[in-house]
């Protein structure tokens, strides 16, 4: 491949980037493959070609969030409290994935729970630290998976959406389940 080609793709792969991002925040998850490729001028098979799925087009979308909530995971891995700075991190994705659209059906899990999905799979690598930590420290049951923790956020994320004010309800729910994820006999 050319010099030239090798340009022009990159070019396209962001100019792509750039529209998807604002078609996913107006549209969320579902935002149009065949509109991104009018609005960017390029052809549906160059979407294709560059993101060979939906879920990787989240992905690349939702890249510099994730990597935002992986800041705030490591910023908290070794500070107070393991289960406040655990409960803390996950309302920080709860809130995030509530406010930027597509975020919640980027960390879904689609075959295989992490090695399957880039962005849950930073994620997960981000978290574990935090809820190792938990764990040890005996303020987390000790059978609850990072998988489980993201797949939580993902369905009270997606469940909530549609509601007036999502974010009040994705909190409410998160609430409800932070008592599912503590030690018996402690909430």
Excluded at 128 to 136: M, N, S, V
Aim: hydrophobic share 50%.
């Amino acid at each position: 491949m050319t010099e030239q080609k090798r340009a022009d793709a990159r070019r396209n792969r962001e100019l792509i980037l750039a529209v998807a991002e604002q078609e996913v925040a107006a549209h969320g998850a579902g935002a149009s493959l065949e509109q991104i490729a009018r609005v960017a001028g390029v052809g549906s098979a160059t979407v294709r070609r560059h993101f060979p799925t939906r879920h990787a087009l989240l992905a690349a979308v939702s890249a510099h969030r994730v990597e935002a909530l992986c800041a705030r995971a490591r910023e908290l891995t070794d500070v107070g409290d393991s289960r406040e700075s655990l409960l803390a991190w996950l309302d920080d994705v709860v809130a995030y994935c509530v406010v930027a659209k597509g975020l919640g059906t980027a960390l879904a899990y689609e075959g295989d729970p992490v090695h399957g999905n880039s962005c849950a799979t930073v994620i997960s690598d981000a978290a574990r630290p935090l809820l190792r930590r938990a764990i040890d420290d005996g303020v987390v049951a000790p059978d609850v998976t990072v998988v489980e923790l993201v797949t939580l956020i993902v369905g009270i994320v997606m469940v909530t959406e549609g509601h007036q004010d999502p974010a009040a309800a994705a909190e409410r729910l998160f609430a409800l389940a932070v008592a599912g994820i503590s030690p018996r006999g402690e909430s």
